[in-house]
């Protein structure tokens, strides 16, 4: 575990960032292409997504997030800015919560990828899940599988002993509908149930 | 069997939390190439030459279109307003920063952002503007268009100068709410599928499928059916959905020129500019009253930010023409041109804007006055609507202020500044009234009664959000006497039967109206064939033979719109924490009671209500869209930059929906609830700010540099 398993690890920016960066306006103002650019060959990739190994030949730039959305069908996983800032392409790796979109999939070579897809148990849903649809803790769902990601993986941090310790463990997750005390409630239900 | 007002989890709930749930870029087709935009720098100018050369000869790029390359559609690319003018590479303007100017299409999404950073763009620049008190001495009258339909600039009644003549106590004060932007969770996403050279499938991330449809059928110049519009989810929207804005013709655009399907989504930092935003906005108050607190004059003149190519008005001071008894009104709009993207209707548009500025100059009336703010706004409250003299259709003001304080326990304020403090920080205690109107426009539904005794609603309206899955099917099995279970409803496709603009709290109004007298009509043309009952329809049904029933019904409004003023209202209550040293604020509490005609689910009612009061805290002390004069552009363009409220930012928040019951608003019963929770709470939180520390902030957001 890392000492501050609270804080979403960030890795490494993946190219689409580059964008926020404002590189893709006013080009003419960008004396050279950015670094990372020349396209190469594929490379294999291999790792484990909801329980089922997968064994691939990708683009050496794929992020996680696109990955999963792109190559391997998994959209819930959303994507909300690219950059690591709104929380909605939370995944679990090996259990740990993470911005899919700040990491090469590369990166998770051989690990073990959860996504919202893989956390119901065929029809039974997710303590968490359910705990979600009974408190309304959403609107238009956009957000909604990297909170639920995110709130399993603050419960497993143990860190969540308090309203205010959820609200802030629960930050790295926006909800632009505002349905934040709903989703406090949800994770409020399940804390304690270990 | 009674499931309106039934609180009901959502029934799209399993869909939402497994990801299951299909939103616009999600939606899969054979061949699909992956489009990016590169947009401008330049504020204002011409675009000389775009230089595609080197990302074209890139692996996997399949095009990128720029002014000189990409086709020239063969109709117009705007219809009616407020339709947008929108940028569509048909020529070498550049009108503001952010502008798209260029699409790399290419095999796969790395590909793509590869080519478009390979693009190069040589401008001409010209002198640019974007600060609105430049431009200021240039503003003149606009009318508006609000809740579907067009009003004018100007309305006064009295006499305002001699009302304020004969006042007591009076206030005029400027107030100012910054650019802001909706930014939706889910960016704008267009998949366009062209499944012959002129039929065209769309799947779009909109809050109007009709409006998509009509956009690219005249843009392409086909009949609009040729055009097929999907949108099953949508990821918010908030307003910033509601018009089809230039990425949309361009990804047909791309999809046409390389032949193959194609799918464009926005980068969040696309998204500030180039799909509107909320206005920046500088209003004038003036208020008048007798020393009892009762008002002599009410003048509210707003001035609000659009682009030099299309227009947009914010609604600023359309309250102040219904929400207090005052003999002197006036309420003015004026429009201030800047090189700016066109800002848009933003969650309740004026009303969140104006309410900071008319609630938070009561306030101040109040401490002149050396009155309960609270008390100074029943001494106010309209019998009837002040400018155009008829009566409410129904209005519970009065309820909500009453359990809004009561909940709030409102009597525990102090009226003098800073006197309450709990461990170290300053308390304060402010309230504001919420008003939105109970817009309803013509809406179309069909409902269907299968063999097997269930039954299929259909409306073209969208789920945003806004429940219309779980609420609409209640309104019809209420209607049709079946169980929830036996009913389907369903959305968001524009074969379906129209539904107005899922936007403007209009949207569960109308459409549920819809619904409601489609069901009806089935349900008696069901009793007709020899139903007795929702046991019947199966057998009914077989005995016709075993084809489907259906029925095709239209709500509309009608001439009780002339005669009566429709307004949700409501009550706002906010308790603020300041800190002496630092200046910052938490918002403890917000306590709101809303009374907005019949509920039709209250779980999912008090959810929208409650998004709207976080937006409220949002308005009142995170968002900004800043601008860089020197540059004529947003740089606050993401989400580390452009804050908005995030959970640690939200504490308690409780709406209440206050009884009402409203028989003549619409079939239904209903005012829209997406936007009253936003209106007035910026302006509660401002008072509570004032109460805490004795500082009047009178330009949002209330950042800490401006309690030091």
């Known amino acids: ?194 | 069997m009674k499931n309106i007002g039934d609180p009901l989890p959502r029934v799209d709930g399993p869909a939402k939390v497994t990801g299951a749930a299909r939103y616009a870029y999600e939606w899969q087709v054979p061949g699909m190439a992956y489009a990016v935009l590169v947009t401008s720098n330049t504020a204002r100018g011409r675009v000389l030459e775009v230089d595609a050369s080197a990302a074209t000869r890139e692996p996997g790029v399949l095009a990128v279109l720029t002014p000189q390359n990409a086709m020239r559609l063969p109709g117009p690319t705007q219809g009616e307003p407020p339709d947008r003018v929108v940028q569509a590479l048909q020529d070498d303007r550049v009108y503001f920063s952010n502008q798209p100017v260029a699409v790399a299409v290419a095999d796969t999404f790395e590909r793509a952002v590869h080519a478009a950073l390979m693009v190069r763009i040589r401008s001409e620049p010209a002198r640019h503007t974007v600060r609105l008190e430049d431009e200021l001495a240039n503003a003149v009258p606009h009318d508006l268009i609000a809740g579907g339909r067009s009003i004018p600039a100007d309305e006064a009644r009295g006499d305002v100068a001699r009302g304020l003549r004969e006042a007591d106590a009076r206030v005029e004060q400027t107030y100012e709410t910054p650019p802001e932007t909706h930014n939706p969770m889910e960016p704008h996403a267009t998949v366009a599928v062209w499944e012959a050279p002129d039929r065209l499938t769309v799947y779009d991330s909109t809050q109007w499928v009709f409006a998509v449809q009509r956009k690219l059928a005249r843009a392409f110049a086909m009949p609009k059916e040729n055009v097929h519009v999907i949108a099953k989810f949508v990821g918010g929207a908030f307003g910033s959905k509601g018009s089809p804005w230039s990425h949309v013709l361009l990804t047909a655009m791309a999809a046409k020129q390389v032949g193959r399907p194609v799918k464009l989504a926005l980068m969040r930092p696309h998204m500030f500019g180039m799909v509107g935003g909320r206005p920046h906005t500088r209003q004038k108050l003036a208020l008048g009253a007798r020393k009892d607190g009762r008002l002599t004059a009410l003048s509210h003149q707003s001035a609000s930010a659009t682009s030099r190519f299309d227009v947009f008005v914010e609604g600023c001071a359309l309250q102040a023409r219904h929400l207090y008894a005052c003999p002197n009104i006036e309420s003015k709009h004026r429009i201030v041109r800047l090189d700016i993207g066109t800002p848009t209707f933003m969650r309740a548009p004026g009303e969140a804007s104006g309410s900071f500025a008319l609630e938070s100059a009561l306030d101040e009336l109040a401490v002149a006055l050396d009155l309960d703010p609270l008390e100074l706004r029943l001494k106010n409250h309209a019998e009837k609507d002040p400018i155009e003299d008829r009566p409410f259709s129904s209005k519970s003001l009065r309820a909500c202020y009453a359990e809004g304080a009561r909940r709030f326990g409102w009597e525990k304020r102090s009226a003098r500044p800073r006197a309450q403090t709990r461990e170290g920080m300053l308390v304060g205690m402010g309230m504001a009234t919420a008003a939105y109107p109970g817009n309803f426009a013509p809406a179309q539904a069909l409902a269907r009664m299968n063999a097997d005794g269930t039954a299929l609603v259909q409306s073209g309206m969208l789920e945003v959000g806004n429940g219309a899955y779980t609420v609409m099917r209640q309104v019809a099995a209420d209607a049709l006497g079946l169980p929830v279970e036996k009913v389907r409803f369903d959305l968001g496709d524009s074969t379906m039967p129209e539904a107005p603009i899922t936007a403007g709290s209009i949207s569960t109004a109308s459409v549920g109206s819809a619904v409601l007298l489609v069901c009806r009509a089935l349900r008696q043309r069901l009793e007709q064939m020899g139903a007795s009952g929702a046991a019947s329809y199966a057998e009914v049904v077989q005995r016709a033979g075993g084809a489907p029933i259906e029925e095709r019904s239209k709500a509309a409004p009608g001439e009780e719109r002339k005669r009566y003023t429709m307004l949700g209202h409501g009550a706002q209550f906010a308790e603020v924490l300041v800190d002496p040293e630092l200046g910052m604020v938490r918002v403890a509490r917000l306590v709101g009671a809303f009374a907005c005609g019949r509920v039709l689910n209250a779980r999912l009612a008090r959810s929208q209500l409650m998004g709207g009061m976080v937006w409220g805290i949002g308005m009142a002390l995170h968002e900004h869209s800043v601008y860089d004069e020197k540059l004529g552009r947003i740089i606050s363009r993401d989400l580390a930059d452009y804050h908005v409220a995030s959970n640690a930012d939200v504490q308690s928040i409780e709406p209440i929906l206050v009884e009402e019951e409203d028989t003549v608003v619409d079939p239904a019963g209903v005012k829209g609830m997406g936007e009253i929770g936003t209106c007035g709470a910026a302006a509660a939180i401002a008072n509570a700010v004032f109460n805490a520390t004795g500082r009047r902030i009178r330009s949002l957001p209330i950042t800490p540099d401006n309690l030091l």
């Open chain 1, 1 to 194: 575990m890392p000492p501050n398993p609270g804080r979403r690890d960030v890795l490494v920016g993946g190219i689409a960032s580059a964008i926020g960066l404002g590189l893709l306006d006013g080009c003419a103002t960008v004396p050279t292409a950015p670094a990372a650019a020349a396209p190469s060959d594929l490379v294999d990739l291999s790792l484990e997504v909801n329980g089922q190994r997968r064994a691939l030949r990708i683009d050496p730039r794929t992020t996680l997030l696109d990955l999963l959305r792109e190559n391997l069908g998994l959209t819930g996983a959303k994507k909300g800015c690219d950059m690591g800032q709104c929380g909605a392409c939370t995944v679990l790796v090996d259990g740990q919560r993470i911005d899919s979109c700040l990491a090469l999939a590369l990166q998770v070579e051989g690990r073990k990828v959860t996504t919202i897809e893989g956390l119901a148990r065929g029809e039974e849903l997710h303590p968490m899940q359910a705990a979600f649809i009974e408190e309304d803790a959403f609107q238009c769902g956009y957000c909604t599988p990297g909170q639920i990601l995110s709130a399993v993986a603050l419960l497993a941090e143990g860190v969540a002993d308090s309203d205010g310790a959820i609200r802030e463990g629960m930050s790295g997750n926006i909800c632009r509908c505002g349905a934040y005390p709903n989703i406090c409630a949800a994770v409020r239900r399940l804390r304690g149930r270990g």
